[in-house]
């Protein structure tokens, strides 16, 4: 079934011990929700066992196959939030500092991914919902000129428990949203910020269901670690700068992408995230803007060699955990 979503929903999270159990209790980490949407696929079973002479079928349906749990959400991130999100796209994390700021790294981790249970708060409900076994499948952020940035979530889980009672929204004190005004992109020694008009970033993990027999649920959720990361940025160039763009774009040029985002108001308020030897993919005019002056769509994809990932994120904030928000 579907849930829907109505104002002032939250989602929370809290990190599981064994894959698709419950860990129970108040979930450590909310995220600030735009739109909420989830589904939970049941099939049902028809077996035909005897006929009428009307030739209708006089049969016991049988629950089949369930699931899997597909959660999709999207909103405002935060510089507390980008925990949450990055431990469970990349699967590792490491902490350092004995008190605010903490420097939080994220990187890859084998052999596994770190699963999750979801309670879906309604603002209107007595009760909410929790799903259990979420491993994230796909994350992007996006963000456009005077800005706040997005992200969109999508995870795939095992089960879903009957409604009970809700717990407490509590999202804490790190709130700040990074806006475009922020940020900084540089790439190949281009400061790409200084033309760009927005930008998306997308990581896919490719997470999968696996099924097996005894249960109608699925056994685990699994990520092959066939992963793609790629940011997209809108920019506009003169000639000069779109001849520079094309000749990278036949060289195959690789060198790394960085985004970096710094709160003006708080100090010690910064996300960095890195493609590293980013390629570019697609480079495409999609538009003029008069004279000699065009707009270009760039796709960038990061590149993983012997001794490095093809992306890393190290975000500084007030949190002392690496995967909660304060």
Known sequence: MATAHSPNDALGFKLESTHGVDPTGTPDVFLLVDEITV????EIVIPATTRRNDGFVISTPRKGKTGPVTLEASGPVTYGSFGLLWHAALGGSSSSGASDPYTHTYATAAP?????????????VANS???????LDELSFSVGEGEEFKYKVSWMGISEASPAAKSTITYGTELLVPM????TLTWNSLNLHLYAKGLSFSLKNG???RF???SRTAREIFCPRDRMAEMTVEIVVDSTLLHSFQTAHLALTQSDLVLTVTDPSVSNRSH?????DALLTAS???GSKGGDMKTLSLTFRGMATASAEAVGVVVVNGVSTATGNG
């Open 39 to 42: 589904s939970n696929p049941q």
């Open 112 to 124: 596994e991914f770190p699963s999750y249970t979801a309670e879906h708060v309604q603002a209107d």
């Open 129 to 135: 919902v929790r799903y259990s076994g979420l491993r």
């Open 180 to 183: 475009w005004s922020d940020c």
């Open 207 to 209: 997470a999968e269901a």
């Open 212 to 214: 097996s027999t005894g």
């Open 272 to 276: 960095t995230l890195t493609l590293n």
């Open 284 to 286: 495409a005019i999609v």
